[in-house]
């Protein structure tokens, strides 16, 4: 059974940092790129970033750029999202995304408080 559990949300004021993690399970993780997208409240869902199967290529949103890092770790079959800077404009729930399987994870909440 495939499984994507994010962790790693919470509440933090602005200019913080939070590290979210997404544990995989169910699937061949290390052969897959995965994403992060997030969603805030009356918005659509949008792409903050990618990470190659093997790590060596990284793609980010403009708006997340300079301020956010993608990884991974295919040895703990763990992809990660470190956000620093925070803004209050961040605030959203975040979902780990394998786009090649189109396998979603439940999403974690992210709130920065001005």
Same mark, same amino acid.
């Given at each position: 059974? /495939?499984?994507?559990?994010? %962790?790693? $949300? #919470?509440?933090?004021?602005?200019?913080? @940092?939070?590290?979210?993690?997404?544990?995989? =399970?169910?699937?061949?993780?290390?052969?897959?790129?995965?994403?992060?997208?997030?969603?805030?409240?009356?918005?659509?869902?949008?792409? /903050?970033?990618?990470?190659? %199967?093997? $790590? #060596?290529?990284?793609?980010?949103?403009? @708006?997340?750029?300079?301020?956010?890092?993608? =990884?991974?770790?295919?040895?703990?079959?763990?992809?990660?999202?470190?956000?620093?800077?925070?803004?209050?404009?961040?605030?959203?729930?975040?979902?780990?995304?394998?786009?090649?399987?189109?396998?979603?994870?439940?999403?974690?909440?992210?709130?920065?408080?001005?």
């Amino acid at each position: 059974q /495939v499984q994507l559990v994010e %962790s790693g $949300g #919470g509440l933090v004021q602005s200019g913080g @940092s939070l590290r979210l993690s997404c544990a995989a =399970s169910g699937f061949t993780f290390r052969v897959y790129g995965m994403n992060w997208y997030r969603q805030a409240r009356g918005k659509e869902r949008e792409l /903050v970033a990618h990470i190659s %199967s093997n $790590g #060596g290529s990284t793609n980010y949103a403009d @708006s997340v750029k300079g301020r956010f890092t993608i =990884s991974r770790d295919n040895s703990k079959n763990t992809v990660y999202l470190q956000m620093n800077s925070l803004k209050p404009e961040d605030t959203a729930v975040y979902y780990c995304h394998a786009p090649t399987k189109n396998y979603w994870g439940k999403g974690t909440l992210v709130t920065v408080s001005s």
